[in-house]
């Protein structure tokens, strides 16, 4: 490219504690160009970013933006030169609509502002109401938001972090679109993915990070997604074979015409929820997100309650009006969509975490915690989840997305549950431990646990489950054979076209 790079970084370094973030990262960003950062968790991805865009500040190095060396000390630094960010954990209000959440950072009126929300929305597919309050959308809903306003600021380098890990399959191809307009309209964007087949299809420059490191980069377009693994892992891909499941056995999980009115005008009312789960199964519930996964979720963990004790089972017992803690002393154990609020309290340490769920594996004696247990525990489960982290000590909040969500999975699975309820079990975990993940629960199903997946990824559906329900608009298809259907037949489930 004979252009002059739009931003460049040379040298660049960040240090946490004893942590080398990044390290002499060397890179360049061209007008009308999609450049893919890759790496496994804890590469250093968003610490780059959050270089860039002045979230954090470089240790040493240089950042030049059409040639000119830039100091950031904050985003509204970087905004202001025309550097827009849709960060991987969300910055919305909770207590505030989607319009004023906006309007925190974009001049207008509320109503013009609204417009503009559905405008953008409309051609973008990126449909939200602007009046709903935040906390009642789901997170693909306010992945949306969190996307249009940064695109209300007209950025001329865009930087996406995991933009599509919560999409549906269709808005992923709206969104692409999206991106190639931008493109062509001569924007920068920085595009960070775990997906690699989409960095092949989207992106035309691709860095390789590793350890913190720049080792490789490359056009995307020119390697396969295992190639593209071994650049980034640095080693082959293993090859995986899932036996086949045996027959299930009891059934442990039961859910007899659950219905739930919705909470507020923007929530999803659930109606006549029938499903199965035996031990020894994986049951699958695919859906575009806001259609009533979270209220679901919410009532099986015990979160919210059910209108009738008998509408949910769990080992056999009526548990509708129990809370979360009497489901967990059944056997039952729960990964939610969201790690950071609801998986982890973001600044409690690794340990202490830990002893939210797992309290009951002697971590507590006469009401004093024994920290050496949870330390124990802590470790082990770092051990064997991969979870790359300096130790139990460190806050839940300043671990990489993926290797939290390798934790909170880690620790629920290290309780042994008989029945287990995950959402969106890889959502930002990276193309290695995503198979180690789907592996463990493979292996779990083998040991005779139930497990209940709800994920937006088909593919990780017809990998996992014998079973496939479809959850849409509030109310769940009948179960379809994994072997029996395709893709194309739950698509038309997904949105509405077989209820
Ligand atoms: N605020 C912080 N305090 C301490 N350590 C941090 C902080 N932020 C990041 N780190 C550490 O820096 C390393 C790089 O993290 P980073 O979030 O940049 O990785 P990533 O490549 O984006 O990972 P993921 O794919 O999981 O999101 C990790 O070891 C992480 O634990």
Same mark, same amino acid.
């Given at each position: 490219m004979s252009q002059p790079a739009l931003l460049r970084l040379a040298g660049v370094s960040k240090r946490y504690g004893t942590v080398?973030?990044?390290?002499e990262i060397d890179l360049e960003v061209h007008s009308g160009s999609i450049h893919a950062v890759l790496g496994e968790n804890g590469a250093g991805k968003s610490t780059l970013m959050k270089l860039i865009y002045g979230v954090e500040q470089p240790d040493s190095g240089h950042i030049r933006w059409n040639g000119q060396e830039v100091h950031f000390a904050r985003p509204s630094d970087a905004q202001a030169l025309g550097i827009g960010m849709v960060f991987q954990h969300f910055s919305l209000?909770?207590?505030?609509?989607v319009v004023q959440n906006v309007s925190l950072m974009i001049p207008g009126k509320p109503a013009d502002l609204a417009q503009k929300i559905t405008d953008l929305g409309d051609q973008f597919g990126l449909?939200?109401?602007?009046?709903?309050?935040?906390?009642?959308?789901s997170v693909g809903e306010r992945q949306r938001v969190e996307i249009i306003r940064c695109l209300l600021l007209n950025p001329k380098l865009l930087i996406l972090?995991?933009?599509?890990?919560?999409?549906p399959p269709q808005n992923v191809r709206r969104l692409f679109e999206t991106l190639r307009k931008l493109q062509a309209d001569g924007m920068a964007i920085l595009f960070i993915s775990h997906k690699l087949d989409e960095i092949r299809e989207l992106c035309d420059t691709a860095s390789v990070l590793r350890g913190g490191e720049v080792t490789g980069r490359v056009?995307?377009?020119?390697?396969?997604a295992r190639s593209l693994a071994q650049l980034m892992i640095g080693r082959e891909m293993p090859n995986v074979a899932h036996a086949a499941p045996q027959p299930p056995g009891a059934e442990r999980l039961r859910l007899n015409a659950l219905g739930h009115p919705r909470a507020s005008r923007f929530g999803t009312t659930l109606d006549g929820i029938d499903l199965k789960l035996r031990s020894g199964e994986i049951v699958g519930i695919a859906g575009i997100?806001?259609?009533g996964q979270q209220e679901l979720a919410a009532l099986i963990s015990g979160e919210s309650r059910a209108q009738? =004790? %008998?509408m949910i089972e769990i080992m056999g017992k009526k548990v509708g009006h129990l809370g979360p803690m009497a489901r967990r002393k059944l056997g039952f154990a729960f990964v939610p969509?969201?790690?950071?609020?609801?998986?982890?309290?973001?600044?409690?340490?690794l340990a202490d975490n830990s002893l939210l769920?797992?309290?009951?594996?002697?971590?507590?004696s006469r009401g004093f915690i024994r920290r050496s247990v949870e330390r124990a525990f802590t470790r082990e489960c770092i051990e064997a989840f991969d979870?790359?982290? =300096? %130790?139990?000590?460190?806050?839940?909040?300043?671990?990489s997305g993926g290797n939290l969500q390798k934790f909170i999975l880690g620790r629920e699975i290290m309780l042994n549950p008989d029945v287990m309820l995950v959402s969106q079990?890889?959502?930002?975990?990276?193309i290695g431990a995503a198979t180690a993940i789907r592996k463990r629960l493979l292996d779990m199903r083998d040991q005779g646990c139930a497990i209940l997946v709800i994920s937006e990824e088909m593919d990780e559906l017809f990998e996992l489950c014998s079973k496939l329900h479809v959850l849409h608009n509030g109310r769940l298809s009948p179960a379809l054979e994994a072997a029996e259907t395709t893709p194309q037949e739950i698509g038309r489930y997904m949105i509405g076209a077989e209820t």
């Open positions: 080398q973030a990044n390290h209000f909770e207590t505030l609509s449909s939200v109401d602007p009046h709903a309050m935040v906390h009642r959308l972090d995991e933009p599509t890990s919560v999409l056009d995307p377009r020119e390697h396969d997100s806001g259609n009738e =004790p %008998g969509e969201e790690r950071l609020g609801r998986g982890a309290v973001p600044e409690m340490s769920t797992a309290h009951s594996r002697s971590m507590l979870v790359r982290t =300096p %130790g139990p000590d460190a806050e839940a909040g300043a671990m079990p890889t959502w930002g975990v990276d």
